[in-house]
C-alpha cells in the first residue's frame, strides 16, 4: 500500500501525467485506451451472468473484433467523430460493443437508464441531437412514445427495425479508430439539479486518466481481483467506474443483468468469486437487512468494498466489518468531478469513521464560506475543487448552458461539508438540506445515521419542517423493520436514542413512519419531496384556519 501524502507529491511532479492530460494534439480514442491497448493476451475484459444464471466470457481480443464490427455498422447509419449514440440497454455484452463502437469511430456514447419513461429518454435525446438509439426488445416501446426519434438499432428487434445481431454479423471487420484530442467529449451525461430538467455535460476524454486514478488508488483494483461494481452503467458511477475504469487499466468487468437482490447478489459473489465490490449504500443496507442470510455464506470472501453515491452510515461500516470481515469505504463524488474524495483501499492514511476522507491525487478539494473564502478545519461551509491545482478535474461546464457553479478559480459542489484536523473531509449535507433549528445546523445524514442503528429501522430520511420557534424542526422519515409495528412509545424509544448518540438538539421531534423513502432511479434520496409535502401540509392548514 502507498503512502497518501508520497502518492499526492508524486502526482504533482509527474510529467508524464501532465502530457496526457493536457495535450491537444489528435492521439487519443477511448476503444483504444479501453480495449486495444490490452490485447494480445487473450486476458478477459467482460464477465456477464444473466438472471437465469448463463454465463458468456469475452476476452479483448473479442470486444475490439466485435467493436470493430459495429462501428462499421453506425458509420453506415451516418455516425462520425462528434456524434452521439445513444444506449437504452441493460447490462449485456451488446451494451458494452455499442460503447467500445461509438468510441472507436471518435463518437460520444449518451447512456438512457432503463427505467426512464419516455418522455425523460425524449428530453435527453432532443438535448443530445444523437444520430441512432441502441436499444432491446423489452425497451423498445417506449421509442414509440417519443417525438423526432433518431434511427433505432434494437437487439432482437421487431419487424421492421434494424436488427443488431444480423447487422454485426454482415459488418465489415475491419475499422481503424479515429484519433480525437483530449479535450474531445467521449461521453454526453445528464445530471439533474434541485430544480429545472436534467442538464447535460461532456466528458472529454482525458477524464480517462481520473478513472484509471480512482480504480488504482480508491478501488484498490489488483490484477488477481474480480471486480464487480453494482451500479447500472446508466449512471455515472456505473459507466465511469463499471465500464471505462476498470477496461483502461486492462481489467475485466462483471455484469450482471438481473433485478439487484440479497439471494442474486450471494449468489454473483460466490459463483464468480468476486473480491473487489463497489455498490451505494442503499444496496448495502438492503443486504444488512437481511442478517446472517445474506453474510454467512460469503463471510471472508471479499478483500475489499466501496461504497458511492451517498453518505456510509457508520453502521454499515461496523455491520461489514464484523459480520463480513470486511473493510468499507466511503467514497464522494459527482457526475460533474467523477470521485474526488476517498478513503483510499489503495493508499495508507488515517480513516475517520463518517468522513468521505481524502481529496483522490490531482485534486485540492477545500471548504468555503458564503463569500469564497477558504474555511480552516471544524467549520461547515460549501465543498469546492481549486480547479487551478486540480489538473485531474475535467469538469469545464453544462453543454450550452450557463452555469452558476464556478465562482474565481473553485468549481462550487453545492454541498456542505467541514474539514477535520487531519486533514480529511466529512460530509454534512446538501446545502439545502442542512437544518437550522434553534440556532444550530444539523446534517439529516448525522440523524439518520443515529436512526439507522436502532433494530426496528431499516432506512430513514430526515428533512426540516419549517417552524415558527425554531425556524425549523427536525422531522424523521421511518421505514420499519418486517414485523415492527409503529407506535407513540416506539417514536419515543427512538427519539431516545438519536439524543443519547447525537446531541440534545439534534433528535426528531416528529416521527413519520412510511412503506417507503422516495429515490431517484439510481437510489439516491429525494428529501426534498418529503419537505416540500410538509411545506404544504403546513400552507394547507393555514388557508383553511383562515377560512373557518
Not at 474526488?340 to 488515517?350: D, I, K, M
Amino acid at each position: 500500500m502507498r503512502d497518501y501524502a508520497e502518492a499526492v507529491r508524486s502526482f504533482e511532479h509527474a510529467k508524464a501525467a501532465e502530457a496526457a492530460l493536457h495535450g491537444n494534439l489528435n492521439a487519443l480514442n477511448a476503444c483504444v485506451e479501453c480495449c486495444d491497448r490490452h490485447t494480445g493476451s487473450n486476458s478477459l475484459a467482460l464477465i456477464y451472468e444473466d438472471r437465469d444464471g448463463n454465463g458468456q466470457r469475452f476476452s479483448f481480443e473479442q470486444l475490439q473484433a466485435q467493436a470493430a464490427r459495429f462501428a462499421n455498422v453506425l458509420k453506415a447509419q451516418g455516425v462520425i467523430a462528434g456524434d452521439r449514440v445513444a444506449g437504452l440497454m441493460p447490462r449485456t455484452p451488446e451494451l458494452l460493443i455499442t460503447i467500445l463502437a461509438t468510441w472507436r469511430l471518435g463518437a460520444v456514447y449518451q447512456p438512457l437508464f432503463t427505467a426512464f419513461g419516455p418522455k425523460a429518454i425524449e428530453h435527453r435525446l432532443e438535448q443530445s441531437q444523437a444520430k441512432v438509439v441502441i436499444t432491446d426488445a423489452n425497451n423498445r416501446a417506449k421509442l414509440d412514445e417519443v417525438a423526432d426519434c433518431p434511427s433505432i438499432i434494437s437487439v432482437n428487434a421487431r419487424a421492421g427495425d434494424a436488427d443488431f445481431q444480423q447487422l454485426l454479423a454482415t459488418a465489415e471487420p475491419e475499422c481503424e479508430p479515429v484519433l480525437r484530442r483530449g479535450d474531445d467529449p467521449f461521453l454526453l451525461m445528464f445530471t439533474s439539479g434541485t430544480t429545472g430538467p436534467a442538464k447535460p455535460l461532456e466528458v472529454p476524454l482525458r477524464a480517462i486518466v481520473a478513472f484509471q486514478g480512482y480504480m488504482r488508488d480508491a478501488i484498490e483494483l489488483r490484477p488477481e481481483d474480480n471486480f464487480w461494481n453494482l451500479a447500472d452503467p446508466g449512471w455515472a458511477y456505473g459507466l465511469y467506474y463499471a465500464v471505462t475504469g476498470p477496461l483502461a487499466l486492462g481489467h475485466a468487468t462483471t455484469f450482471y443483468d438481473g433485478p439487484f437482490s440479497v439471494e442474486s447478489c450471494a449468489r454473483i459473489i460466490n459463483k464468480l468469486g468476486i473480491t473487489n465490490l463497489a455498490g451505494s449504500p442503499t444496496a448495502y443496507r438492503l443486504l444488512i437487512a437481511a442478517g446472517r442470510e445474506f453474510s454467512a455464506p460469503i463471510k471472508g470472501r471479499l478483500r475489499v468494498v466501496s461504497s458511492a453515491g451517498e453518505p456510509l452510515n457508520p453502521e454499515v461500516i461496523r455491520w461489514f466489518a464484523d459480520e463480513l470481515d470486511v473493510t468499507i469505504h466511503d467514497h464522494y463524488g459527482q457526475t460533474e468531478l467523477g470521485m474526488v474524495l476517498c478513503n483510499h483501499h489503495g493508499l495508507a492514511h488515517p480513516v475517520h469513521l463518517g468522513s468521505a476522507g481524502f481529496a483522490i491525487p490531482g485534486h485540492r478539494i477545500v471548504v468555503l464560506d458564503e463569500h469564497h473564502n477558504e474555511l480552516p478545519a471544524g467549520v461547515p461551509g460549501i465543498l469546492a475543487v481549486d480547479r487551478e491545482q486540480s489538473p485531474l478535474c475535467w469538469f469545464g461546464g453544462y453543454h450550452g448552458l450557463p452555469t452558476k457553479s464556478f465562482v474565481g478559480k473553485y468549481y462550487l459542489s453545492g454541498d456542505t461539508v467541514e474539514l477535520n484536523t487531519d486533514g480529511s473531509i466529512s460530509f454534512v449535507g446538501r446545502s439545502d438540506d442542512v437544518i437550522t433549528t434553534s440556532g444550530y445546523r444539523v446534517g439529516p445524514f448525522d440523524v439518520e445515521s443515529a436512526l439507522i442503528e436502532h433494530p426496528a429501522v431499516i432506512e430513514a430520511a430526515v428533512v426540516g419542517k419549517p417552524d415558527p420557534e425554531r425556524t425549523e424542526l427536525i422531522k424523521a422519515f421511518v421505514v420499519l423493520a418486517s414485523g415492527v409495528q409503529g407506535s407513540p412509545e416506539l417514536e419515543e424509544t427512538l427519539r431516545q436514542h438519536v439524543r443519547q448518540r447525537l446531541y440534545a438538539h439534534a433528535y426528531p421531534r416528529e416521527i413519520e413512519f412510511v412503506s417507503e423513502l422516495p429515490k431517484t432511479p439510481s437510489g439516491k434520496l429525494q428529501r426534498f419531496i418529503l419537505r416540500n409535502q410538509e411545506i404544504a401540509k403546513q400552507q394547507a392548514a393555514l388557508a383553511a384556519t383562515a377560512s373557518a
